[in-house]
């Protein structure tokens, strides 16, 4: 078989596997009206399918500097900072997240996919090692790849599976940088951040934490699981996204080790890539501002969370251990699920539909994203069609 007969044969057993459901991946949005609501052929659907968590899409302050910073800047830096050199707004940007997270650096990457690429593949290398969890997401994977190092996985957020991993490591562990993530994107659960944080100091280890999902989301000012459990200062390496509760695209890390500094000369995801564009440096800074003094949308955030959980889970949907704005059904089959996610798309409800081997333990999953931008009716009226539909599919 040459390699585009290999591409073919993956490409038939994929739609063998779901012969109905090859246009639910990638989905054409045609229009986009709101930070909740856009057309998908001709139906104007709910969006609960997107990363908006404080709904901040359409927010005037971030529309407006974005605007300002085209008109002054231009569309785009074409090339990276390395070598072409670093605009006001990144530098201003950095000095800003490493404020809010009161650490002394911070880099801004062009993604968040880069922020880990280029963090992991910066921190360790051939003979270390990396720990993560198992349900890591892929560009963690793909970052302890890069690096070179040796990759072990603990089961998910299971800290005594870590600890008999970390106990067989020996001498090793000084080496050893251990991984995992705020929130799952998966099923919406958070790590049990205190006990790795007592073996990660235990074993003498380096800890990372990608906030990507928990940004803006958790603890007062939103700076994620580290705010919301104290322990912000126990965290080596805090990575992230702009692509979620700051509604742009880029990704950042944050340390108070001052060796944070020197990955800008060592990691090519960071070198190699031109930077972020002048507008999304902008609307990211302010949608930064909304986030920290944002108190009033993590509250409607979480009322919209709640409401939402607790109606599924009533009804008798299988959802992950904690609430909060990743809600997912998790079902047996990817046909199951592909039934559910195209039942609600008749009713205008987009959500997403994750299949294996994305979801966990070969489960397939129909996951809501809930935002601070949904009201109240919005929530009420998708908690009403899943309870219908699980009474019409059961
Ligand atoms: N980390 C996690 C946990 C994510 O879920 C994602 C995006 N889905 C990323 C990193 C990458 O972020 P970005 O979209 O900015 O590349």
């Given at each position: ?8 044969a993956?490409a ?8 109905n459901?090859?246009?639910?991946f990638?989905?054409?949005?045609e229009?986009?009206?709101s930070?909740t609501?856009?057309r998908?052929?001709d139906?104007r659907?709910?969006l609960?399918g997107?990363?908006n ?7 005037p ?9 085209i ?6 830096t074409?090339?990276s ?8 707004g ?7 997240f ?9 880099i ?5 996919y880069q922020?880990n ?13 990396v ?12 970052g302890?790849?890069l ?8 089961k998910?957020n299971?800290a005594a ?7 067989r490591?020996g001498n090793?562990?000084e080496?050893?940088?251990?991984i995992?993530e705020?929130i ?5 659960d958070?790590a049990p ?6 073996l990660k100091n235990?074993y ?5 934490l990608d906030e990507?999902h928990?940004?803006g989301?958790?603890g007062e000012?939103g700076?994620g699981l580290?705010?919301k ?7 080596d390496?805090i990575?992230?996204?702009?692509s979620k509760?700051?509604?742009?695209i880029?990704g950042?890390?944050?340390s ?5 500094e020197q990955?800008?000369?060592i990691?090519h995801?960071y070198i ?14 302010a949608?930064?501002?909304l986030?920290r ?6 509250k409607?955030l979480w009322?919209?969370c ?6 599924l ?5 299988e959802?992950g251990p904690d609430?909060?704005p ?7 089959t990817?046909?199951?699920a ?5 039942r609600?798309?008749?009713h205008?409800i987009?959500v ?6 994305a ?13 601070a931008a949904?009201?109240?009716d919005?929530?009420?009226y998708?908690g ?9 599919l059961n």
């Amino acid at each position: 078989m040459n390699l585009l007969e290999k591409i073919d044969a993956a490409a038939t057993a994929r739609i063998a596997l779901l012969p109905n459901g090859v246009g639910a991946f990638g989905i054409p949005i045609e229009e986009v009206y709101s930070a909740t609501e856009a057309r998908i052929g001709d139906r104007r659907v709910l969006l609960l399918g997107t990363n908006n968590y404080l709904g901040l899409t359409f927010a005037p302050e971030c529309i407006q500097a974005a605007h300002e910073a085209i008109d002054k800047e231009g569309t785009g830096t074409t090339g990276s900072r390395m070598a072409n050199g670093s605009y006001f707004g990144h530098r201003a940007l950095e000095r800003e997240f490493a404020d809010f997270y009161q650490c002394s650096s911070s880099i801004v990457f062009t993604t968040g996919y880069q922020a880990n690429l280029g963090t992991i593949s910066g921190l360790v290398g051939p003979g270390d090692t990396v720990l993560i969890d198992g349900d890591s997401h892929a560009s963690i994977y793909d970052g302890c790849i890069l690096s070179g190092a040796d990759i072990i996985r603990f089961k998910h957020n299971d800290a005594a599976d870590m600890e008999k991993r970390l106990r067989r490591l020996g001498n090793r562990v000084e080496t050893t940088l251990i991984i995992a993530e705020g929130i799952y994107s998966m099923l919406g659960d958070q790590a049990p951040l205190a006990e790795i944080v007592r073996l990660k100091n235990q074993y003498g280890c380096i800890l990372l934490l990608d906030e990507a999902h928990s940004l803006g989301v958790l603890g007062e000012t939103g700076q994620g699981l580290v705010e919301k459990t104290g322990l912000l200062k126990e965290v080596d390496f805090i990575t992230g996204t702009f692509s979620k509760s700051l509604c742009s695209i880029g990704g950042f890390c944050v340390s108070n080790h001052p060796q944070l500094e020197q990955l800008r000369y060592i990691s090519h995801p960071y070198i190699f890539t031109a930077s972020p564009s002048p507008a999304t440096i902008a609307s990211t800074r302010a949608a930064l501002e909304l986030l920290r003094n944002g108190s009033h949308l993590r509250k409607q955030l979480w009322n919209n969370c709640t409401q939402l959980y607790s109606t599924l889970k009533e009804v008798g949907y299988e959802l992950g251990p904690d609430p909060g704005p990743v809600i997912a059904a998790v079902v047996d089959t990817p046909q199951q699920a592909l039934l559910l996610w195209q039942r609600l798309l008749e009713h205008n409800i987009y959500v997403n539909l994750i299949l294996p081997p994305a979801a966990p333990e070969g489960k397939s999953l129909v996951r809501c994203s809930v935002n601070a931008a949904h009201t109240r009716d919005q929530i009420q009226y998708v908690g009403d069609t899943f309870t219908k539909l699980f009474k019409e599919l059961n």
